[in-house]
């Protein structure tokens, strides 16, 4: 079937988001209990956070790294960074979860959903991680999965964004007209997703179906 590029958006904004809320048992946590996500940092200060992870290996480190790496978009780097954090760590469900969105960025669908399976096995409540294997089911063409587990991630959290994003893209797709716009106008109604751009594109997505 036809991907969907905006999941693939909203599945980037997700990293950082899953990043604030994990990252192994030797994470420094913020002000609000997780990792603070990395901000954008150029080549050197990226050079010197490898060099520094490899000399103090830890989880956490490689997890930092990891998302520095994808925030850049340097996916082939990210996915090294968060294997290299598993072999520390294995069962780290964050890691596992960042590098399952790695993993979708490069088309590698099915290694994904692997990745986010075993994450939830770890952590079978994470909202954020289920509605990240729904859209690695949209992506393989597997939209009855896809459903499920959007509807799941909203079963854990009814104030997910993504997870009615996820269900309008679907019904769209699918050809069912109302139950996307009711989606759609659901999110557009809700607490803000982690990306604001979401918000332009549904609008444009409910007029279109509302033109139709």
Request: charged letters at 20%.
């Amino acid at each position: 079937m036809r991907k969907s590029p905006f999941i693939i958006l909203l599945l980037m904004s997700l990293l950082l988001l899953m990043a604030a809320c994990g990252g192994g048992d030797d994470a420094t946590p913020s002000s609000s209990g997780g990792t603070a996500p990395p901000s954008h940092i150029g080549d050197d200060a990226l050079r010197k956070m490898a060099e520094e992870a490899d000399a103090n290996p830890s989880a956490a480190a490689y997890l930092r790294l990891g998302n520095a790496y994808a925030e850049r978009g340097l996916f082939s780097e990210a996915q090294q960074a968060y294997e290299k954090g598993l072999t520390i760590n294995p069962n780290d469900p964050a890691i596992l979860a960042n590098l399952g969105v790695t993993l979708y960025q490069m088309e590698r669908f099915s290694e994904a959903k692997s990745k986010f399976e075993k994450a939830l096995k770890l952590k079978p409540d994470d909202s954020a991680t289920t509605y990240l294997l729904g859209a690695a089911y949209l992506q393989m063409g597997d939209q009855q999965q896809a459903e499920a587990m959007f509807k799941k991630a909203l079963t854990i959290d009814p104030q997910l964004p993504e997870a009615h994003f996820g269900l309008g893209t679907l019904y769209m797709l699918q050809g069912k007209k109302d139950l996307a716009i009711q989606e759609f106008e659901t999110f557009l109604a809700g607490p803000p997703p982690q990306d604001p751009r979401a918000i332009t594109e549904a609008q444009r997505y409910l007029d279109q179906l509302k033109g139709q």
